[in-house]
């Protein structure tokens, strides 16, 4: 979970405090900089060049602390109010951890559908931090039916809890299409000998359910969860 600003004074010594202050002001100097009072572009602003900031964010775990480098990244993100040429640079140029912290603030940006290719990117990784990242709000806002119910999938077949998935009750709601593709996928872990995660049945139950005129939840007629594998004498 990010944290807040007031979260990290909190917790950051005043070496740290510092250096985020710096780096803050930095991120804010730069958004002014490069866009008009109108909220367009700045004409002298490149999409190529990279501002200091953005080398601020690079080191944000030497100088914050590894448990507070996302957080500091994200704070860095919103307060420079990073175009998609930063947020591109920074997700290509970075290690994980920096191209996890893109996928995390992405929601607080002003970028519309345009950096879906770099969720789209992530999900086709195996690295669960970046997948599990890649499936919050700004996925759940923006990928479309098809390419959302192979998120779900993706997480599934790398055991991220399905918990990370923004709004996921909302949009599994009723959705025969992604309880299809559930069965297929546990009839595959089932001939395989493997185990039905939980977390499937979890998202099959939820595909069962329909919203009625109220805006309540209701129980439509279950789509019966696949059985687990009978254990084998080698288990």
């Keep these: 979970m990010l944290k807040s600003r007031k979260e ?7 070496a740290a405090r510092a250096w985020l202050d710096e780096a803050l002001a930095e991120a804010a100097h730069d958004a002014a900089r490069t866009t008009t009072a109108s909220g367009t572009p700045h004409p002298e602003a490149s999409p190529y060049a990279s501002p200091p900031w953005e080398l601020r964010y690079a080191a944000a775990g030497r100088h914050c602390g590894q448990e507070n480098a996302d957080s500091v990244r994200s704070l860095l993100l919103v307060e420079a109010r990073a175009p998609l040429s930063s947020v591109t640079r920074l997700y290509e140029q970075g290690a994980a951890a920096e191209r996890r912290a893109v996928l995390l603030t992405l929601h607080r ?7 879906l290719p770099l969720v789209e990117d992530a999900l086709r990784a195996n690295d669960t931090r970046l997948v599990a990242a890649a499936v919050g709000p700004y996925a759940a806002d923006h990928l479309d039916p098809h390419a959302w119910r192979h998120a779900v999938l993706k997480c599934l077949f790398t055991e991220v809890p399905v918990a990370a998935v923004a709004r996921l009750d909302d949009r599994a709601r009723g959705d025969s299409e992604l309880a299809r593709m559930l069965g297929d996928f546990a009839d595959e872990r089932t001939a395989a000998g493997r185990a039905v995660p939980e977390d499937l049945r ?6 069962a359910l329909t919203a009625p005129a109220d805006g309540g939840a209701h129980r439509a007629t279950p789509t019966a969860a696949p059985a687990a594998p009978a254990p084998t004498e080698e288990s």
């Design 8 to 14: 990290l004074d909190a917790e950051l010594g005043g």
């Design 109 to 115: 940006l002003d970028l519309g559908d345009t950096a």
């Design 202 to 207: 979890t998202v099959l139950a939820l595909t």
